[in-house]
C-alpha cells in the first residue's frame, strides 16, 4: 500500500487556529455529558405464557469511539402451557460491558455478565422441583445507534451468548434489544 500526503496541508500544532466546530466537539464530550443511563424493559402476556424484565444500564463515554459500562437483570416468567403444571424462571444478575464505534452510526459490544436462574416447577400448589443455577455468559454482536437529541440516541443491536451454556438465560438464543440512551 502506498500513501502520499501533501506537505502543505500540514499544519503545526502552535498555528492551528480553533474553529467553532473543533470546539463544540469538545465540549459535547465534556465531563458532565460523559454518563448515559438506558438499558432494556420487556413484557409478554400470552394468557399460559407470561414475561417481564427490566436490564438497566449505566456507561461512560471515556472517548467517541469507547464507551465501558455495567447493566443488572431482573426477569420472571410463568409458564402454565403444561397441563396442571406451573413454572416459575426467576433470573437476576449483572455485567459489565464495552462498546466500541468503529463508525458514529456502528457500534460492537462485548457483555461479560453472571446470572442467577432460578426454575421452581409447581403442581397442585406444591413445589415439585426447584433448581438454581449460576451461569457466566459472554454475551457479543453489535448494533446501529442514531443521535435523536442533543443527549438522547436510540440503538438497536443484537448479541449472542458464545458461551452456550445449556443453564443460560440465553441458550440457543440471539438476544434482541433496542432502546433509548440519555447523556448527562
Given amino acids: 500500500m502506498l500513501h502520499a500526503q501533501d506537505r502543505s496541508m500540514y499544519i503545526p500544532p502552535e498555528q492551528r487556529v480553533e474553529t467553532p466546530q473543533a470546539n463544540q466537539a469538545e465540549q459535547s464530550y465534556g465531563a458532565t455529558s460523559r454518563f448515559f443511563v438506558g438499558g432494556n424493559f420487556g ?3 400470552l ?3 407470561n414475561y417481564v424484565g427490566i436490564s438497566p444500564l449505566v456507561g461512560y ?7 465501558p459500562g455495567i ?4 426477569n420472571f416468567v410463568t409458564d402454565k402451557t403444561v397441563p396442571d403444571q406451573t413454572t416459575h424462571y426467576t433470573t437476576i444478575g449483572a455485567g459489565v460491558f464495552t462498546r466500541f464505534f468503529p463508525f458514529q452510526w456502528l457500534y460492537l459490544q462485548i457483555q461479560p455478565e453472571y446470572n442467577q436462574y432460578q426454575v421452581k416447577v409447581k403442581s397442585g400448589g406444591t413445589t415439585i422441583d426447584q433448581q438454581t443455577y449460576h451461569v457466566f455468559s459472554l454475551l457479543m454482536g453489535g448494533g446501529y445507534v442514531q443521535r435523536i437529541s442533543e443527549n438522547a440516541y436510540f440503538n438497536f443491536g443484537v448479541l449472542y451468548d458464545v458461551i452456550q451454556n445449556p ?10 434489544q433496542g432502546g433509548i440512551n440519555l447523556g448527562f
Avoid: A, C, E, M
Fill in 43 to 45: 413484557f409478554t402476556f
Fill in 47 to 49: 394468557g399460559d405464557y
Fill in 61 to 67: 463515554r471515556l472517548t467517541s469511539w469507547f464507551s
Fill in 71 to 74: 447493566n443488572l437483570n431482573l
Fill in 167 to 176: 443453564h443460560s438465560p440465553y441458550y440457543g438464543i440471539p438476544v434482541v
